[in-house]
């Protein structure tokens, strides 16, 4: 299964971008998909991810300005981030949990983008 992301890039603060990422390959079902963040020097942090059904979680700092959407049918997921601030400047993981089989799971990651948002 690969996860390909698009969206990333140079945006100034208060500024939006919206990622992008698709998966393919052997899938019989993606599950939950999310969207994780690395910055310099820190540990990847999970910034939202939507179930099968539609539930979701956000990072507390994000809600209100990011929105996570998935198209079950063509296994994407988007997410727009609105009013971007510096220190949201990372390198954005795509996630998925797909099942190559029923109940054979595996969890798969992009490559990551990099977003970076100046002053």
């Known amino acids: 299964v690969q996860l390909a992301e698009s969206g990333g890039g140079l945006v100034r603060s208060g500024g939006s971008l919206r990622l992008s990422c698709a998966a393919s390959?052997?899938?019989?079902?993606?599950?939950?998909m999310a969207w994780y963040r690395q910055a310099p020097g820190k540990e990847r942090e999970l910034v939202a991810r939507?179930?099968?059904?539609?539930?979701?979680y956000y990072l507390d700092s994000v809600k209100d300005r990011f929105t996570i959407s998935r198209d079950n049918a063509k296994n994407t997921l988007q997410m727009l981030m609105n009013n971007l601030r510096p220190v949201e400047t990372a390198v954005y993981f795509c996630?998925?949990?797909?099942?190559?089989?029923?109940?054979?799971?595996?969890?798969?990651w992009g490559q990551g983008g990099q977003v970076t948002v100046a002053t």
């Open positions: 390959g052997r899938i019989y079902r993606v599950n939950n």
């Open positions: 996630n998925a949990v797909v099942e190559i089989n029923r109940n054979d799971e595996d969890e798969d």
């Open positions: 939507i179930t099968r059904d539609g539930e979701i």
